[in-house]
């Protein structure tokens, strides 16, 4: 397989006229000033590796548009979107699920999404009683993946409390496993099903501080850790996390996942908005990777992380577009920098390049894909052409199509996308899911029981 680039990013500049080959799911080589071979696919615009979205919830692409207002004469938080969260999460079955899911990821690969990370904690029956196979949703989400053509990584989400020292209650009763030891049962036998094979792999997560007591943590920890598996975690999203962990432990909800033994290289933190100094510092000295959502985390009035910091402090910064109110990577990136603008009143804390790294190298290694991300010989053969002559691009001098990708550029304008070797989209159409409009509207419209009022 070959393909010949106008222009391509592999992470240490831009250059022209580049020749990709693969063979199988991997790249054997990538060779800049190469005249474009007859016969060779045209990837006209800027070529990017694969775009890794580290952070998802599916099921909440059923609410976009759906839970801007609260009631008259109130303001909305995260907690108020959270009880309209819950009323999706109380519908939705493993087939209405996958339906869903594979709607979503096709949408991620038409935004050149080749890697997802699922955060998965919609485990059980309304109520709370298991499937025949207790992993019938989670298999819904891998289904899902294969449907739309993106490789995923499956987080197991081990959610016991509906809050420190609260039982599980109504539509959280679905999220639970009774305990520890339960939940790595139920995702011990999934990780040993799926393998490290194939377009799927089986991660951990701790939900967070609030839904995993802290004689737990240390379980889950070992749990990853035995299988060298990713961990992933809520943190810090809240104040409201931080001032009921620091009452009942004593410590930041940092400090709390640092004593279980949660920290480390494998681990990425979600969010991690309302840190202390010394939260920042133990999230980097042990490498732990740190996971902003800025969309969502403006969406839901969360606050504006401290992303330069941590990264300074040794942390590695990933993307993730976790409840969907938008999937552009592109986005998320630019809103790293802008939103650093916004807190500082000052310019140019991030490299386009920089932010580039962190939607691609560093999200794949934080879903445990080590082998993605970057466009050279044994890499998995993933790419994105990113159009450089659209109303958003037009105009952009080619030495810095990286600045126009992440600065101007969005979504609308991936026109290719291949996964594994796989051409999954072309000329901005997926090759995989007909409409996807069409099966983004089907299944909401499934869930929500209404359609476009």
Not at 303 to 324: C, K, N
Request: hydrophobic letters at 40%.
């Amino acid at each position: 397989m070959q393909w010949h680039a106008e222009y391509a990013w592999s992470g240490d500049g831009i250059a022209a006229d580049v020749l990709i080959e693969a063979e199988g799911d991997r790249f054997t080589a990538v060779t800049p000033g190469v005249p474009a071979p007859p016969g060779t696919p045209r990837l006209k615009g800027l070529t990017l590796p694969g775009l890794a979205n580290a952070h998802s919830h599916a099921f909440h692409r059923a609410l976009r548009g759906r839970a801007q207002s609260a009631a008259p004469g109130t303001r909305g938080d995260f907690w108020t979107w959270r009880g309209r969260m819950y009323q999706v999460a109380d519908r939705l079955d493993p087939g209405s699920y996958r339906a869903l899911a594979t709607a979503v990821y096709a949408e991620m690969a038409l935004a050149g999404v080749s890697c997802v990370g699922e955060f998965h904690y919609l485990h059980h029956r309304p109520g709370g009683a298991p499937y025949d196979d207790p992993n019938a949703m989670g298999e819904a989400l891998i289904a899902a993946a294969a449907d739309a053509g993106v490789r995923i990584t499956l987080l197991d989400a081990c959610y016991l409390t509906g809050g420190i020292g609260r039982p599980l209650q109504g539509p959280q009763l679905r999220f639970g496993d009774g305990g520890a030891a339960g939940w790595a049962r139920r995702a011990g036998a999934l990780h040993e099903r799926t393998g490290d094979a194939g377009h799927a792999r089986v991660g951990a997560a701790i939900h967070s501080v609030r839904a995993v007591p802290r004689e737990q943590i240390r379980a889950v920890a070992e749990w990853a850790g035995e299988r060298d598996a990713p961990l992933h975690v809520h943190l810090s999203e809240q104040p409201a996390e931080n001032e009921a962990c620091l009452e009942a432990y004593g410590m930041t909800p940092a400090g709390l996942l640092a004593e279980g033994g949660a920290l480390g290289p494998r681990t990425v933190a979600v969010h991690a908005t309302h840190l202390t100094p010394g939260d920042i510092s133990l999230l980097g000295s042990t490498g732990t990777g740190v996971c902003m959502c800025p969309t969502t985390e403006r969406d839901l009035a969360d606050g504006i992380g401290p992303a330069r910091d941590l990264a300074r402090a040794g942390s590695p910064i990933s993307l993730g577009s976790d409840q969907h109110a938008v999937i552009d990577l592109f986005e998320e990136a630019r809103a790293v920098e802008l939103d650093e603008r916004l807190r500082t009143r000052e310019r140019g804390h991030w490299t386009a390049g920089e932010l580039l790294a962190a939607a691609t190298r560093h999200g794949h290694a934080g879903l445990g894909w080590p082998e993605a991300g970057r466009l050279e010989p044994g890499a998995l053969a993933d790419l994105v052409t990113v159009a450089l002559d659209s109303v958003r691009t037009a105009g952009t001098d080619p030495a810095l199509a990286a600045e126009a990708a992440v600065f101007a550029a969005t979504a609308a304008d991936v026109r290719t996308v291949v996964v594994s070797g796989r051409e999954i989209v072309r000329d901005g159409r997926h090759l995989l899911v007909e409409s996807v409009p069409s099966a983004l509207h089907a299944a909401v419209t499934a869930v929500t029981g209404k359609g476009n009022e």
